[in-house]
């Protein structure tokens, strides 16, 4: 186990206050909305208030508590969770299901672009309830509008500084938004104490069943959830225990809150909401402002959640090989954070343009929960593999638990497909995440089927023999490929043309230097093979999924503990400087690939490679991807060709036949 595993499973009032602020943003502020969305415009009635209240509570004890909390946290991969780390524990025992990974992955992002505008909307116009506020602050006002797109452009702008600093608030902010949460509601349930019946799951049942398309309101329903994958893409960061213990505080807070909100509809005069937001009407006049501040800055932290997730998110999927390199910045020496420029681009575009379309949180509503009912339909998918093959259960129980959450799912999934004709152009966003992750992936695929691979041990004689010709010019002293070659003793056929070709390249030391990329998220290993003492080595590099390949940086600490170790002689001086310089010569030789107009392609495979290699140039550099330095790199690039042209007849021309 390593350190920081370790850490995250200790128990503190402290840890517990981390996993507060850290995971709970989301679930945490759908009080704002959720209930607000099943009534609607509907007449207040026992029915509707009761069994919408008991879904909810059902829906978070089945999706939140049973499947989250006790089973999908289960999947602990070296203490980290999220769909690509339960992937990464269960890819071994199906080929196909790279595809529910995709997916969960794609619609978890597209959840990204909706969480920060209805969640910060839904705060902001908590203000038009403030006396001499009724008229100024109005739902969907282009005042409104531009508080929400300020407050969001701000919480982007500062994600390139690094929220270590703003972190540290994050717990005590929660913990006081939990507390008000619960306090509010019992606030109001004395007036109504009846209304602890909505407990029983008949409510729930008399809702679906007999209500006028009661069914239909599962899909609002479902916004009380929709924070419940982020305790699992979370679990890095505060450990199952915490996560655990501080459910038990969030959940009884939330459902004491969605209790005193229905407690005042059943006690309040009015026969529709007529535009009141339950939430906000259950606060006492004199703490309104505070609670508004409050309210605003725990959506801020929702938000953040979701922005750091989705940084996270794509930082896997580049590292198992679904997305193109892009630039990775660490903003602060905290292990794991991460800030991604072009990923905060498009969020922050995304989330603009929600506001602006959308215009305010009640008509946000009837679009959000669509993408994240299919992450949970994939995680399920996943989750099943894992306990049928990671820890071993029975097949009936796994059949029993995934049959349990395939009819609740399938459920919320048929309830929130309504909600396409109000959310159409997320289908666009949605379907191009989809695609360069599949793209991606297969044309990867298809590249490492026409990679041709050689013994490397064959080539030994004529490498030392290059290596001691004084009538070629030395192009380095260490000349060092980076290869796909995972077998110790293998090499690619290009980097054999690469160094016998127009231009034998001539070095005192080859080295060829292989990245695996592991199923733990934090492995930093390393093994070497000398296949010619000193002159060619092989080294394998085993790094993490969640690391950052610093390929140079991590090359020259392998090296110096050689020279440290007596394993390797780096000629003229041990520490493979010169007289005239204090530095080793090292030189990386990146291989750019491009398609040869030679290849025949069947039309998926043509449009595939094409739509990679334009991806791949959209992207960044190899040698920026795996932290290269320019001035040690040369770059070359080579033609492939996967499937020649057909043999064909040319024939020459008789003289005489003009």
Known sequence: ?????????????????????????????????????????????????????????WTLTLQTSIKYIWLTLKADNNGEGGIFSLYALVRRYGKKLVIPAILG???LLA????????????????????????????????LTIGIVILILSLLFFFQRFGTHIIGRSF??????????????????????????????????????????????????VFLCTTGAEALYSDLGHCGLKNIRISWVFVKISLVVNYLGQAAWMMHQKSAFLDGKNPFYEIVPDWFLVPSIIIATMATVIASQALISGSYTLINE????????????????????????????????????LMILYFRSSEHMEAAYGFSITITMMMTTVLLGYFLYYRLKWQRWQVIGILTLFSIVETSFFIANVAKIKERWMFLFF???????????YEARKIHNRYTRFSELGQYSKILSELSEDDSIPKTATHLIYLTKAD?????????????????????????FLHINRTNDPYTMTYNVTELVDDKVIKVNLNIGFRIQPKTELLFKKIVQDLVQCQELNLHIRPDGSTKYNSEPDFKFIVIEKYLSVENEFKIRDSILLNSYYYLKHMGISDEKAFGLDKSDVIIED??????????????REKHGNR
């Open 1 to 57: 186990m390593n350190s920081k595993h370790s850490l995250t499973q200790k128990v503190t009032l402290a840890s517990v206050l981390v996993a507060l602020g850290i995971i709970y943003g989301d679930i945490g502020t759908s009080p704002l909305y959720a209930l607000r969305a099943v009534m609607g415009n509907r007449k207040i009635e026992e029915i509707l208030v009761y069994g919408g209240v008991s879904a909810i509570f």
């Open 105 to 107: 992955a794609t619609t």
């Open 111 to 142: 959840d990204g672009i909706i969480t920060p505008p209805i969640s910060v909307a839904s705060a902001v116009e908590g203000l038009g309830m403030v006396k001499g506020l009724e008229n100024t602050i109005v739902a969907g006002n282009s």
């Open 171 to 220: 717990g005590p902010v929660m913990l006081v938004w939990f507390s008000m949460l619960f306090l509010l509601g019992i606030h109001q349930i004395t007036y109504h104490p009846e209304i602890l019946k909505a407990l029983n799951p008949y409510y729930a049942y008399e809702m679906l069943s007999q209500y006028p398309a009661g069914f239909w309101l599962l899909g609002s």
């Open 317 to 352: 999927a580049m590292n198992l090989n679904f997305w193109p390199r892009v630039a990775v910045r660490q903003p602060s020496e905290m292990k794991g954070q991460i800030y991604i420029p072009s990923v905060n681009t498009v969020l922050w575009f995304g989330c603009v």
């Open 430 to 440: 949605e379907l191009g995440i989809f695609s360069v992750m599949y793209i991606w």
């Open 487 to 511: 077998r110790r003793h293998q090499i690619e056929d290009k980097i054999i043309k690469s160094l016998f070709g127009k231009k034998p390249k001539r070095a005192d030391v080859y080295w």
């Open 638 to 651: 080579v033609p492939l060709v996967y499937q020649p042209a057909a043999p064909f007849e040319l024939n």
